[in-house]
């Protein structure tokens, strides 16, 4: 069969194209756009057909994209990239996870087997796989262990582009994640991991760069000899869970350009969807500033008569470092000019940085983005937590939007964490636990405005000390909270405790 399927072109050629505007490489947007570089019909043709000349036949001479545009022969290319997107995708994954977020659950033992998990190299898994799914849309976790390695699992993230799903409705039934191993002129061997509800199954395959080719034994290459010894040849894991030990999370929903795409409808949406234009057109804006820069720099022209010869055969030079020269009646047309003419070009700088500011702020508010996020220039100066959430409002809803497919991502994970942790390695955790989880505010109030709203809340009676703790120190445990609690009350002076006002009785009407 036919590898990757064939059903998934589109994706793959679209991820190909966001990929190469995440990686920031000229090469790889080149081949993406170029008419030439790749055997496979390139995105310029597919999506500009109308730009081919009048009356010619076949596919488009010439791409409208600059990163299309043929380089002329001889020449050096000199076109500039901005890492624009992938500093969105950054941004996206600081707003995520720039705090590692808090799992809880009502039960002791499940609770500190979540603790457990959540550690520095969790962060960085979860910081990572949020940035590639803003890149290109989606991503997977998967729950991996080794008993050698580590004394728990832990999740690792896969790439869209090796990854195959499988749908029931709108909920990933199960996928199949790939992985080339060896590859050259002769033959591609793939390694093939399922993930089905209670099961984790295992094939090696040999074909060729486009088919999957037959599969044989896993004990027949080095690099997967140990699942052979695992789980023998039939290299199937039984899980015993309930759930997938994978999840996918859709960057955003819906998908505006595969909604008619039947296996691809349920992918996510990429921060780059809609603005490949824009960015294109950015990277041409600063490739034409710097050409002004360098047609700006300083020349001089003068004369022959004023160079110095070497000899014959070795050419002439003109030594800049010379204070005089004396000039010869009758060489020159204008007897009161020296000869040398001075040629320096206008550095269009108000323009160019006009023009990309304006394409940078466009970019930005499409891909749902505040430009204060990225330091961009405010009205004012924010001073206070009121006024960053202002500021920042846009980044903060795609923020909370986000949160939404990546809340019942995590708690799914986390419950296959918590299963394999039983099964594999016998830690004490309840199955049937829930598991809450709590994404970090954005934008945290300074410790004077905290204080200013507790004292207010403390005032009108609103709040328990035991609240106030807990919302000042959010990170802290029901134990840690309660025992700062009574510290509080016990440092406090004896105080009786205030008189209740008289109650009133109702005038008895007289008979």
Known sequence: MAWPPPELDPVARKLTEWSAWYSGDGDALVSVYSLAGSSTTPLSQTFFQSDKAYGSPGPATAARTFWGQPLTPGTVRTKLHVPVASDIAELSANLLFGEMPTFTSTDSATQKALDAFQTDGMHASLREAAETTSALGSGFLKVVWDESLSDRPWLCPVPPEQAVPTWSWDRLLGVTFWTCLHQDDDSTIRLLECHEIGSISYGLYEGTPTELGERIPLSSFEGTQHLAQLYGEASVMLTGLPWLTAAYVPNVKPHRIWRGIRCAANLGRS?????????????????????????????????????????????????????AFVGMEGMLSDPNSSGITLNQFNIRVAEHQATAETLFEQIVSSAGYSVQSFGGKGDVAAVTATEVQARKEQSLN????????????????????????????????APEAGIDVAFPVAVQPSMQEQAQTLSLLATAEAMSIFL??????????????????D???AERPNKAPAARPAQVQPAIPPQ
């Not at 300083?298 to 003109?318: Q, W």
């Not at 029901?478 to 700062?484: G, L």
């Open 271 to 323: 921060d780059f969807s809609g603005i490949e234009l824009l960015m294109d057109a950015l990277d041409e804006t600063y490739t034409s500033w710097m050409r002004d820069v360098r047609l700006g720099k300083s020349r001089i022209i003068v004369p022959s008569s004023m160079l110095d010869t070497e000899g014959p055969g070795k050419g002439a030079r003109l030594d800049l470092e010379r204070e």
């Open 468 to 485: 106030r703790v807990q919302t000042l120190h959010p990170t802290w445990t029901k134990a840690e909270v309660q025992v700062e609690t």
């Open 487 to 489: 510290r509080i009350l």
């Open 398 to 429: 795609t923020r909370s939007q986000k949160i939404l497919y990546w809340r019942p991502a995590l708690q799914h994970l986390f419950q296959a964490l918590l299963g394999i942790d039983r099964q594999v390695f016998g830690h004490r955790s």
